[in-house]
T-cell receptor, first 113, second 112 residues
Framework: DTEVTQTPKHLVMGMTNKKSLKCEQH?????MYWYKQKAKKPPELMFV???????INESVPSRFSPECPNSSLLNLHLHALQPEDSALYLC????????????FGSGTRLTVV | SQKIEQNSEALNIQEGKTATLTCNYT??????LQWYRQDPGRGPVFLLL?????KEKRKERLKVTFDTTLKQSLFHITASQPADSATYLC???????????FGTGTRLTIIP
C-alpha cells in the first residue's frame, strides 16, 4: 500500500460545528503532517508528528486540534472555524530520516459557512 | 526572512519542447530539494529529490539541477506532452528539520 487516504473528500460545516478530518497510511512512515492550501497558493505546514508525538506546530489557531492515535492514523479536529479557514487540507507522511519524498493524500476540501 | 520563489507563476510551452522551471531560495541551508507535481484539487505528487551535495538528478524525461552557490534549482521536462500540464512545486527540507516548505509554484501548460 503506497497511499495516504484522507476522509472525507469534501466537508461543509457551520461555524459552531465540531468535525474531524481523518488520514491513514500503511507504508510504515513514522512522520505525518497536516498542510493547509488556499486557492492558487502553495501548501503551508500546520503540524508535524514524529513517532506519534507532536514535534512542530506552526502557530496554528487552537480551533485546529491534531491527534495521532497511532503510527498509521492522524486526525485533525475542527471546532468553531471561521469562513477564512475554508481550504484544501492535505495529510502527508514520510520516512523520518530526511532524503525521501513525502506522500500526500488527495485532501479534504473544507468549506466553512 | 526565508523565501522560496519560483520565477514564473505560469509558463506556456509548445509540445515537444523542453520546459525549464526555476526555483530560487534565500536564507536556507537545505539538505534536500524536492520537486512535486500538483493537479487541480489533488495533493502534490513527489517527482524527484536532490541532495545538497549533488549537482544533477535524472528520471526518465525529468532532470533536476541544484546549485547551492547560486541558491537555485532548475527543473527540466524534455519532449513535453500536454499530459505534463500541471502546477509544479519545489520544496526545501533543512538539515535536522522535519519541515518541508514549498515554493510559490509554477503552472505549466503544454500547448499541442
Amino acid at each position: 500500500d503506497t497511499e495516504v487516504t484522507q476522509t472525507p473528500k469534501h466537508l461543509v460545516m457551520g461555524m459552531t460545528n465540531k468535525k474531524s478530518l481523518k488520514c491513514e497510511q500503511h507504508m510504515g512512515h513514522r512522520a505525518m503532517y497536516w498542510y493547509k492550501q488556499k486557492a492558487k497558493k502553495p501548501p503551508e505546514l500546520m503540524f508535524v508528528y514524529s513517532y506519534e508525538k507532536l514535534s512542530i506546530n506552526e502557530s496554528v489557531p487552537s480551533r485546529f486540534s491534531p491527534e495521532c492515535p497511532n503510527s498509521s492514523l492522524l486526525n485533525l479536529h475542527l471546532h468553531a472555524l471561521q469562513p477564512e479557514d475554508s481550504a484544501l487540507y492535505l495529510c502527508a507522511s514520510s520516512q523520518l530520516q530526511g532524503g525521501y519524498g513525502y506522500t500526500f493524500g488527495s485532501g479534504t476540501r473544507l468549506t466553512v459557512v | 526572512s526565508q523565501k522560496i520563489e519560483q520565477n514564473s507563476e505560469a509558463l506556456n510551452i509548445q509540445e515537444g519542447k523542453t520546459a525549464t522551471l526555476t526555483c530560487n531560495y534565500t536564507n536556507y541551508s537545505p539538505a534536500y530539494l524536492q520537486w512535486y507535481r500538483q493537479d487541480p484539487g489533488r495533493g502534490p505528487v513527489f517527482l524527484l529529490l536532490i541532495r545538497e551535495n549533488e549537482k544533477e538528478k535524472r528520471k526518465e524525461r525529468l532532470k533536476v539541477t541544484f546549485d547551492t552557490t547560486l541558491k537555485q534549482s532548475l527543473f527540466h521536462i524534455t519532449a513535453s506532452q500536454p499530459a505534463d500540464s500541471a502546477t509544479y512545486l519545489c520544496a526545501l527540507e533543512d538539515f535536522g528539520n522535519e519541515k518541508l516548505t514549498f515554493g510559490t509554484g509554477t503552472r505549466l501548460t503544454i500547448i499541442p
